[in-house]
């Protein structure tokens, strides 16, 4: 037999390494000296920066995808940081969304002064607690945008100007774990809505759950349920539409590294989802060395000005000091 050893020591040794990683992720945010301030004084400003970092590109990517640039974004601004999702908005903008419940809408790099706007969801109970948006989509032609809270498993909709207008709890969404619950969440051309969720088991487990619904999930009307089974140790974190109609897929796992986080893009196509099936998907390319590691959790896309697709990642710097909030 080759590969190592048998599949259980295999296994054994993943475990290990994975739990190893894990503790070093518990150590990192934990309270004390990793964190940028315990009780920070408020800070409203409306300032932004984005330092640009040397960018070089990991051996392995395929010949297309081209690295246009790195930036270090930092704020003074207290609602700053823990970006879990990203939308690409009109004008050369972007759209951060927080585990804390906050939005950050700034300028491209490039495009000219960030210009940010920092703003808090005024989500009525029982939501004020649970706050960790993990999930954004948008529509385009009417601007509304989609949040996906994961710690309640709960989905609000937003109008054109980021105000919300309606939330509920998607019924087949709620036998979903207590935080990992729905990580990603797309609104294809067509109108239908796909979620993956993080996970339905342990730690070691492969498969998380999906659900592709015919529209709105908050319409009321039954998904078509299906599993996502990424790499072993890999998890969902966000998705965003190619032009051809294929989504474009970030995970993320823990590795034994500091930060001690891993990533990686695949594609998949829609038309392949079947009930109760696995999604198939094709792997694109790793975001590793000598890429900075950090928790890369945003995903966004839009057409370039070459004719070509602008791939946007934004990291979570999960408020710890040894990391960053990260734009590629």
Not at 157 to 177: I, S, T
Request: charged share 25%; net charge positive; hydrophobic share 40%.
């Amino acid at each position: 037999m080759t590969g190592g050893g048998p599949p259980s020591s295999r296994w054994s040794r993943e475990r290990r390494r994975r739990l190893l990683a894990a503790a070093l992720l518990c150590l990192l945010v934990a309270p004390g000296t990793w964190w940028r301030a315990a009780e920070p004084v408020p800070d409203g400003r409306d300032i932004l920066t984005l330092r640009p970092l040397a960018a070089l590109r990991p051996a392995g990517w395929p010949a297309p995808l081209r690295l246009r640039g790195i930036w270090h974004l930092d704020s003074p601004n207290t609602r700053f940081g823990g970006y879990s999702a990203l939308v690409a908005l009109p004008g050369g903008r972007l759209a951060a969304y927080s585990d804390r419940g906050t939005a950050l809408v700034f300028t491209e790099p490039g495009r000219g002064p960030a210009a940010p706007r920092f703003r808090d969801f005024p989500l009525k109970d029982p939501v004020r607690w649970f706050r960790d948006i993990e999930a954004a989509t948008r529509d385009p032609e009417t601007g509304r945008q989609w949040i996906a809270i994961e710690t309640i498993n709960l989905v609000a909709r937003l109008d054109a100007n980021g105000r919300p207008e309606d939330h509920g709890y998607p019924p087949q969404m709620q036998d979903w774990p207590y935080n990992r619950g729905a990580e990603a969440m797309l609104r294809l051309p067509d109108g239908r809505f796909v979620v993956l969720g993080e996970s339905t088991a342990n730690l070691g487990s492969t498969a998380g759950p999906g659900l592709l619904y015919p529209g709105d999930p908050l319409a009321g009307d039954a998904a078509l349920r299906f599993r996502f089974v990424p790499p072993r140790g890999y998890r969902p974190t966000d998705m965003a539409s190619l032009p051809d109609g294929r989504v474009l897929i970030l995970l993320r796992s823990l590795d034994l590294a500091v930060p001690p986080f891993a990533a990686l893009l695949v594609v998949a196509d829609p038309a392949r989802i079947r009930a109760g099936e696995a999604w198939p998907w094709a792997r694109l390319a790793r975001i590793s060395p000598p890429l900075p590691r950090d928790n890369y959790e945003g995903l966004a896309a839009r057409p370039a000005a070459d004719g070509g697709t602008e791939i946007w990642i934004i990291s979570d710097d999960n408020n710890a000091g040894i990391q960053r909030t990260l734009l590629l």
